[in-house]
């Protein structure tokens, strides 16, 4: 009976722990031109983006052409809500990346780089591409 009720518990754990570990977040985008991550340029295309399973602040994007893996920091937006999306920085002909946001008023937002800082002392666009 004791390994009957034992066996039940550790199921019931297992079924409890299961879907967290399974929220791993990911979503699928077009986007319609070449861009930077980090420093290095991938191409335009279709892209999946996924936040790492251990850290929520590493977050991989990736495409049978190329791929980035960078850190993010939290950030929020109080005023307008923001479909699962990528913002992006345009300064003439480049685009860089520069937000990832969730459904609401939640996002991570990239360590920017020398070359993001240039691009906003420069004056820049934002281009927010959604997600599929």
């Known amino acids: 009976m004791k ?3 034992l066996s039940l518990l550790l199921a019931l754990l297992v079924a409890a722990c299961v879907p967290g570990l399974a929220q791993t977040q990911q979503l699928r985008l077009n986007i319609p031109f070449d861009f930077m991550v980090k420093g290095k340029t991938l191409p335009a295309g279709h892209y999946i983006l996924r ?3 251990i850290d929520d602040d590493v ?3 990736e495409s049978g052409h190329g791929s980035a893996i ?3 920091n939290p950030v929020a937006s109080q005023k307008v809500a923001h479909g699962p999306s990528l913002v992006f920085l345009k300064a003439g002909d480049q685009y860089a990346l520069l937000q990832i946001w969730d459904e ?4 991570r937002e990239l360590l920017l780089s020398h070359v993001q800082q240039t691009m906003v002392a420069q004056g820049t666009q ?3 591409i959604n997600a599929e």
């Open 3 to 5: 390994f009957l009720k």
């Open 51 to 53: 936040r790492g399973t």
């Open 59 to 61: 977050w991989t994007i």
């Open 70 to 72: 960078f850190l993010t």
């Open 104 to 107: 609401g008023h939640a996002g």
């Open 126 to 128: 934002v281009i927010e």
